[in-house]
């Protein structure tokens, strides 16, 4: 069992607009296995953060929020370190690893699934936060099937983007 490590999250002064070109990505996961909402992170390991940069819920999860969390918090270990998937099946699962817990369930989730974005089997560019009433193993091996169609996104906004987002993110 974890304990929510001690996370802070810093929401944007002004939200900026969802990074271009994951709609195909999200068309692709609510065929598969659907979900209620999907947030696509990008880490900055010289910051030691994930910042958003798209959201179906922007009003909730804004684009240009910023989420620091200590190395050794397991689902940063588990994701970006050991580049594995991380599964929460449960509320009471999401309740012990977020302290946005509140907001994520209060989205009528039961389950979460966090799946690592990487660049040529080398480099974590960040990950994919798909929220569901419920999964499965066979919506998880479906959603890992699919990461990989986030990192030309992910790389573009790596690259192009951050000085969109404003002072909130400093490169």
């Not at 802070?8 to 979900?35: H, M, T, W």
């Not at 947030?39 to 009003?59: G, K």
């Amino acid at each position: 069992m974890s304990t929510v490590p001690e996370t802070k999250i810093v929401k944007p002064e002004v939200p900026g607009q969802n990074a271009p070109g994951f709609e195909f990505l999200l068309d692709e996961a609510s065929r598969a296995f659907g979900y209620l909402h999907v947030t696509i992170l990008a880490w900055s390991a010289e910051r030691s953060s994930l910042t958003r940069i798209y959201s179906t819920d922007p009003d909730e999860f804004p684009v240009g929020g910023e989420k620091f969390m200590p190395a050794d918090a397991e689902w940063l270990q588990t994701v970006i370190v050991h580049r594995r998937p991380h599964a929460l099946w449960t509320k009471k699962a999401i309740k012990e690893y977020y302290n946005d817990a509140d907001a994520i369930l209060g989205l009528g989730a039961g389950a979460l699934l966090s799946i690592p974005i990487i660049l040529d089997d080398d480099k974590v560019l960040g990950a994919i936060n798909c929220m569901g009433k419920s999964y499965t193993e066979k919506d998880l091996e479906a959603m890992i099937a699919a990461a990989p169609k986030a990192v030309q996104g992910v790389s573009s906004w790596v690259r192009d983007g951050r000085r969109s987002l404003g002072a909130q993110v400093v490169e």
